[in-house]
């Protein structure tokens, strides 16, 4: 059968069909009653139903078996036996993708990672952490801040998504200008291939230049090549202080401005730069009825925050940097939060902006990476198209509602949002395979941090050569050669 989504994608008939004899096998190997979620021998659909649909209920599965491994080895032990009896399998972690590569595509069983959430050890010297891949961001940076650290990712998603998750998308983040990718400060990782060979790689050294680097695989894989079992990350020092400003700005070309400015005059304390167009503003207000910060409106805002060691001499700082581009006519009007609660209500005007999409209805979400000066083009070009389709307006018989652009302007990742009233195939049509031409005359990438999934399954080849393409596949074989793992995704 096919997919009701992807018409194109038919399940693999070389994939056999989960049996009550599959299930009790598995019953037998995993310690614990609640690790099995048996939807094969017992009317289970409510309780599968979470593990079956995506965050933005955008993509449905149809799995009717969810195994929650306690340990490396119980990972092990059900992967061996998935290869051996050909089921296809996809893991898991806190089921936060945005690209629809956490859930079943068909009928593969979802190994979920939540009860992997140990944290094993931590060195407070080196500011070295192991952890369990099920350990939850945030619980994870709680633990850190206990300890003067900080975990090197935050995201909108941190109080549900798992550490091995963002291994496993590569995800960015809000500071990924300031931290770096996880590719950096990844340094060891413990992952299980289709077969059940555990790679012990978990290695607790900043420099190792020992061969290959395969660890590095693993990061951004989606799930394609192994299950990440453990994590050994490099965590920095938590900064003593904290500072944000909002900035209401006339023109993109003057956002650009104001960040060239940041980073000249708050250099080393720079820790986040995010773009927010008005639309998107719009939209955060008209779901949670909250007032904006700034007295006016503005097609752009800019969220800045800085990190370092001194409050009050961090805060002079970005006072003077707000002065001083208020001065130069970059921006037009600013707000400094002045305590915590200011700073977590400023950051909530960006953060809170695919949650509160996620209110209005079916979203169409493009993650992209464009060279900085064309970033906001595109949300440009896409709004006139839809436009120009006679799809967007204020009332109810158009699909679209809005086409807003936000993102993370210090790293040159935009996302163009398309909020629809319903998911529309009208709509996506009209964006697909448009977007991505767009992207690729412009040598950007299709996929700036979310990863590809199941959503730009077919559109790899506008950020990565036939070349590429061919050694991915080649890699993937020898990871693993019955493809189990992660089937119909993006290889
Ligand atoms: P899942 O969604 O469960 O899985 C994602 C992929 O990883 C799947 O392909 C899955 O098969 C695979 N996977 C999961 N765990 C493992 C494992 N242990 N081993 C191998 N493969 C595994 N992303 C960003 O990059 N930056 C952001 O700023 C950001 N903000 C977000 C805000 C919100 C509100 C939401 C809903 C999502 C956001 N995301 C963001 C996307 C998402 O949170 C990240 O991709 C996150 O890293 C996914 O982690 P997860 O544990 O939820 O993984
Ligand atoms: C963010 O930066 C996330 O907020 C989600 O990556 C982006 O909702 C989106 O499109
Ligand atoms: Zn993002």
């Known amino acids: 059968f096919t997919s009701e989504k992807y018409p194109d994608i038919k399940r693999d008939a070389r994939f056999a069909q989960v049996t009550p004899e599959h299930v009790s096998f598995f019953k037998s190997i995993l ?129 549900s998504c798992h550490i091995g998750g963002n291994l496993a998308t590569n995800a960015g983040g809000l500071r990924l200008l300031r931290y770096g990718s996880l590719h950096g400060s990844t ?22 230049n020992t061969g290959y680097d395969l660890k590095q695989l693993f990061i951004g894989a989606e ?15 938590r900064s003593a202080a904290q500072n944000v400003a909002l900035f209401g700005i006339e023109s993109y070309e003057k956002a650009q401005q104001a960040f060239r400015e940041a980073k000249g005059q708050l250099s080393e304390i720079l820790s986040a730069f995010e773009l927010m167009d008005g639309g998107s503003q719009a939209l955060v207000r008209q779901v949670t009825k909250n007032k904006h910060p700034l007295e006016g409106t503005y097609p752009f805002y800019c969220l800045v925050e800085t990190s370092g060691s001194n409050a009050e001499h961090d805060g002079e700082k970005l006072q003077s940097f707000l002065e001083n581009v208020m001065e130069k006519g970059i921006v037009a009007d600013g707000t400094l939060a002045e305590n915590e609660t200011q700073i977590r209500s400023l950051w909530t005007w960006r953060e809170g902006i695919t949650e509160a999409l996620g209110h209005l209805g079916g979203v169409y979400k493009y993650d992209v990476s464009i060279p900085l000066k064309e970033l906001y083009q595109l949300v440009e070009d896409i ?109």
């Open 31 to 159: 310690g614990s009653e609640s690790a099995v979620i048996d939807g094969v021998t017992t009317e289970a659909a409510d309780d599968i139903q979470p593990f079956n649909t995506d965050w933005m209920r955008k993509y449905r599965g149809h799995c009717k078996l969810v195994l929650k491994p306690g340990t490396t080895e119980e990972v092990s032990k059900i992967l061996k036996y998935c290869n051996d009896n050909m089921l296809a399998v996809v893991p898991q972690g806190g089921n936060t993708g945005l690209v629809g590569g956490s859930v079943p595509v068909f009928d593969e069983i979802v190994v979920n990672m939540s009860r992997m959430n140990q944290i094993i050890e931590f060195d407070e010297v080196s500011g070295i952490l192991v952890a369990e891949a099920g350990c939850i961001l945030e619980v994870t940076d709680q633990f850190l801040a206990s300890k003067g650290y900080i975990f090197p990712l935050d995201l909108g998603a941190k109080g």
């Open 187 to 208: 340094l060891g990782i413990e992952a299980v291939l289709a077969d059940g060979t555990i790679v012990d790689d978990l290695c607790k050294l900043r420099k190792n």
């Open 383 to 491: 709004r006139a198209r839809v436009d120009a389709a006679g799809l967007l307006g204020d009332t109810d018989e158009y699909p679209v509602r809005a086409v807003v652009g936000y993102g993370h302007m210090g790293d040159a990742n935009l996302h163009l949002n398309v909020s629809t009233r319903r998911f529309d195939e009208r709509v996506e049509k009209l964006l697909e395979p448009f977007i991505y031409e767009w992207i690729a005359e412009r040598q950007g990438s299709i996929s700036a941090e979310h990863g590809l999934g199941v959503m730009k399954k077919k559109y790899i080849g506008y950020s990565r050569n036939p070349t590429m393409v061919g050694l991915m596949k080649n890699i993937k074989k020898t990871f693993d050669p019955n493809g189990i793992l992660n089937p119909y995704k993006y290889l």
């Open 223 to 237: 799930g394609t090549i192994g299950i990440i079992t453990k994590v050994s990350i490099q965590c920095p020092q």
